[in-house]
C-alpha cells in the first residue's frame, strides 16, 4: 500500500535552532501533503498544505515564516521548524491524500525543544 | 462553524462491545472517518462512510446518518490493544478534513 516515511521519529533541539523533519512518499505521487500538530490529548490540528511546486497554504494562525514548507518534488515534503521554541514542542505528521478519499499518513515527528 | 463532537473518554471491558459516538456540523459533507491512534504514534485508517448505513469491517463497523449529523463506531470483542484514542474525522465541501478531538478508549481485563 501507499505509505509515507516520516523522519527524523524524534528529535531534542535546543531553544533558537532550526529542526527540519521530512515525509517521502515511497510508492505514490504525493501532489498534495498536509502538515499537521498534535498537542497531548488533543486533537490534530491542520497547519498548512502543500502542493508540488507552489506555495504552501497555511491555516490561520500558524506563522510561515517559523514553519517553512516546502514540496519540490512529487515525492517529498519537508517542514522547518525555525527558531524553535519550547512551545513549538509538539507532535508533527504529515499525510497525503490517496484518491478521491483516502488519506495516509507518515509515522510522526516528536519535537522537544528545551 | 465547523465542529465535531465525540466524548473524551471511555472505559470498557475486555470481550465486550463498546460504541463510540460523534456528531458534526459542517459546511459540507464529503465523508466520515474513522481512526485508531496509539499513543506517539501516527492515526491509522479504520472505516470512511458517504451514505447513511453500516458498514462492518471484522470486529469494528461503522455507521452513519447524515440527515442527523452522527456517526458511531461500534467495536465487539474488545481486546486489550483496542485500548487507543479514535478520531472521528469529516471531509468538508473543500475536501479538508476536520477533526474529532478522539475519545481516549480504556480497556480493562
Known amino acids: 500500500g501507499a505509505v509515507v516515511s516520516q523522519h527524523p521519529s524524534w528529535v531534542i533541539c535546543k531553544s533558537g535552532t532550526s529542526v527540519k523533519i521530512e515525509c517521502r512518499s515511497l510508492?505514490?505521487?504525493?501532489?498534495?501533503m498536509f502538515w499537521y500538530r498534535q498537542f497531548p490529548k488533543q486533537s490534530l490540528m491542520l497547519m498548512a498544505t502543500s502542493n508540488e511546486g507552489s506555495k504552501a497554504t497555511y491555516e490561520q494562525g500558524v506563522e510561515k515564516d517559523k514553519f517553512l514548507i516546502n514540496h519540490a518534488s512529487l515525492t517529498l515534503s519537508t517542514l522547518t521548524v525555525t527558531s524553535a521554541h519550547p512551545e513549538d514542542s509538539s507532535f508533527y505528521i504529515c499525510?497525503?491524500?490517496?484518491?478521491?478519499?483516502?488519506?495516509?499518513f507518515g509515522s510522526g515527528t516528536r519535537l522537544t525543544v528545551v | 462553524g465547523q465542529n465535531i463532537d465525540q466524548p473524551t473518554e471511555m472505559t470498557a471491558t475486555e470481550g465486550a462491545i463498546v460504541q463510540i459516538n460523534c456528531t458534526y456540523q459542517t459546511s459540507g459533507f464529503n465523508g466520515l472517518f474513522w481512526y485508531q491512534q496509539h499513543a506517539g504514534e501516527a492515526p491509522t485508517f479504520l472505516s470512511y462512510n458517504v451514505l447513511d448505513g453500516l458498514e462492518e469491517k471484522g470486529r469494528f463497523s461503522s455507521f452513519l446518518s447524515r440527515s442527523k449529523g452522527y456517526s458511531y463506531l461500534l467495536l465487539k470483542e474488545l481486546q486489550m490493544k483496542d485500548s487507543a484514542s479514535y478520531l472521528c474525522?469529516?471531509?468538508?465541501?473543500?475536501?479538508?478534513?476536520?477533526w474529532g478531538a478522539g475519545t481516549k478508549l480504556i480497556i480493562k481485563p
Open positions: 510508492d505514490f505521487q504525493a501532489t498534495t
Open positions: 499525510s497525503a491524500r490517496l484518491g478521491d478519499y483516502g488519506y495516509t
Open positions: 474525522a469529516v471531509m468538508d465541501s473543500n475536501y479538508q478534513l476536520i
